[in-house]
């Protein structure tokens, strides 16, 4: 029996777990040497970033240090990193079950861990995370606990690693100096930056951070008084309301501006766009104020359970159903969308009733049919949603008029929901995988851990991608305006109306402000859109005032009257070949032909009397080739309103693509955007909101075309491009200040003027297009348009600027990467 014993006591000893645990004893690696630092970066973002970089070098004799070059997804791989780096589970404590907190780590590695022989075994480990909150995290081997006045970040050693050598540990504030640090630090340069030389004790540094990200961190975190402002919630609501308010105001000055009853079709118009507006602002209510409702009346109430999640889903529910009415959606397809809501909301309060595993709302874990359940579920909301898009934007430009047939609509809403899913799905095996990068899971709870977090992934679905689906609804704004202007413009039943009267004037200002300049004015965590309002209305108002006294058209001719009305009447083509006389009897005029001096004089003098006849029909400084400068491609200015948006949208595809690799994808950002359970919406998202600008820029440049300053496509454009960069660029200028995330500005700033000048030498080019069969080639027809210097340079001038600016942005690298949605 004695020996019995004995042997079992050798065989328990000598055990795979047993081995290990006396691997990641302190003597084990008491000839390991460690430097490790933490780095703040502040300036150009909202939120401060920390990134902790660590090196450890351990004895080639430890016995698991030959398991580091296994493939990472290998047991013996991560049981060996957990001794280094003390996080993540072993196999044998997710089986019990005791302390979930070490299974998951929260995060960011985008460069992955390194392992190399160099005098031993080295390892580089790098992590990133944000302080969105004040909720206290660890990245790397460095604890912060972010408080409303101080932060604190300290050095948490690896149980494994406390008998080693600590080489070097550095902590690099970014700018705040520290307020306390203890033990005393050996070493610095400036005051925040602190360095520690073999420290006894784990560092610890309190210090203030910059007050833009602190305020930041502080609206954002549930329960401080000031989070009810910040972007979450009023603040967030903020353009919406101002949207919704700006476009009743545009629809009112637009009714005033008829001088009469309205007719039944403008009247339409009209209350849609009044109805539309109206919705918005419910709908900003509902995207950002209603969980902080939700969650009010739950503290009054004392509720025993959150169901913030399941007020989420049914709030998105609720906005695509509201959308599909307000679409005018045929009957039957209406009473689909209502029955499919309603068996949603009746199987969700069923399953919370009866504590059923098929939805992820229940107390419940989610059974392995409610796995698959759950997806389908999460995509009716976006399927709804997606419906209503198409459908209110559809009723908003063509009020009415023929459209898509409704099953296009529905296989559209049904693909955009697909990949929604899709993206979601893949995005969540990611986030396992990152956030168990350390975890051995026994093989009797691997399923259950990935089941609760999958659960739990699905529950959150609708509150984290309903901000995402709000912003897309919030495009629609620009439907809603051109399709009320476009019912409701003057020159309709005005002949003499060559140009948008006072009203139209006023509401393509209002038009400018609302679509075409990016909201980037976010300050201390609270909305600053006032700002970008205020400053695109008295930047269009300006260039309106300055393009009405220097522009042609308005010039006055006989009578007093603008020559724009009294030429209006003119044949176009003659106002063409007016232009090709000029032209041709200018050309002759400095080329003089063969003859002898007499003749080559008399010849002149014939030629300036017939240029002084053309000039003497036209005010002083007008030219006859001044015109169809002027006037533009089209017969009246909606048709050049229509005409440059068109061409605008075309020619900003590439800028689109430019804003969109540097927004998403350039540097770390595109495996925060790969992870984002809602990525393929903020995908849709950045592309049509460039594309909306480009293409709202357009509008406003084609609508205004006879009154802007500047008697060229490229100089009009130009001046167009100058209003849009005076918001953007006081932006900057307050952003660099206040040390906030600055969002690509100026590559906006570059893209939109290339745009723009490209799109007015476009419609320049289809101004004289009747003249390309008199050239050889294009490049012959833009020689003969453009013999004005001034007019080549400007072009010329904005594409290398834009191109120059484009071009740094990408090689530069730009400001930290986003802060990810975290669950």
Known sequence: MLLLLFLLLCALLSAPGTARAADCSPDRLKGAKVTTAVEFVHRGSAVSSVTSVTDITVPANWEQAPHLFLDTHAALYRDALRCLLGKGASAEETASGQDDSTVYDYEWRFKPLSVSRRNGIAVHYEAVGWVQNLESFQVGLWTLTPDENEWAVELKRPPGLREATW?????????????????????????????????????????????????????????????????????????????????????????????????????????????????????????????????????????????????????????????????????????????????????????????????????????????????????????????????????????????????VMVSVAAVMSGLTMLWAFLAFGRSWERRTWLTNFAPSVRDGYRLETYDWWWQWFASDTLVAVGDIVVQLAALALVGALRVCRAEQYDNESFTPNAAERSFMVIFFAVIVVPNYAYYFGFSGYITTLVLGILAAWSLLALGRSTSVLEQPAAGNTPLGKAVSRTDRAELLRMAHRYRELQSRLHRPGAGTPNERSESQEAVEQEIDRLDQCLPDGVRPIDLPFAFGPMVTWWGNACRCALIACFIGLPATGVMYWLDLVRGDSWSVTAEDIGGFLSVVLEILYWQLIWAGGGFFLGALWRDLPGRNGPMKALSVAVAFAVPVGVHEIIAQITGEGLQNTVPAVAAFASVMTFSGLVMDVQTFKSERRYRSSNVSLLVYIYQMRIASVAFLLAQLVALATIWQSFTKGGPPSSPPTTR
């Open 167 to 407: 080489d070097s540990v550095h902590v690099r504030l970014g700018g705040p100096g520290a307020m306390s640090a203890s033990p005393p630090p050996a070493a610095g340069e400036g005051r925040s930056e602190l360095s520690w030389m073999k420290p006894g004790d784990s560092p610890r540094v309190v210090f203030r951070p910059p007050a833009a990200q602190q305020w930041t961190a502080i609206v954002q975190s549930r329960g401080q008084r000031w989070a009810g402002l910040g972007t979450d919630s009023v603040s967030g609501a903020f353009p919406y309301f101002a949207t919704g308010a700006l476009s009743l105001v545009a629809g009112n000055r637009l009714r005033r501006g008829l001088g009469r009853p309205p007719l039944p079709v403008e009247r339409k118009a009209l209350t849609g766009l009044r109805s539309w507006s109206l919705l918005l602002m419910l709908l900003g209510l509902i995207v950002f104020m209603g969980d902080d409702l939700y969650y009010f009346l739950g503290a009054r109430l004392a509720w025993g359970k959150d169901y913030g999640s399941t007020v989420s889903f049914f709030s998105m529910l609720f906005i695509g159903v509201a959308l599909c009415f307000f679409g005018k959606l045929r009957s039957f397809l209406l009473a689909a969308v209502c029955s499919l809501a309603g068996c949603l909301v009746a199987l969700y309060v069923g399953a919370e009733l009866s504590h059923s595993a098929l939805v992820s709302s229940s107390d419940v874990l989610v059974s392995h049919v409610g796995a698959w359940l759950v997806v389908v579920a999460s995509a009716v909301p976006v399927f709804v949603c997606c419906l209503g898009v198409i459908s209110s934007g559809q009723r908003l430009l063509l009020l009415g008029g023929r459209g898509l047939p409704q099953w």
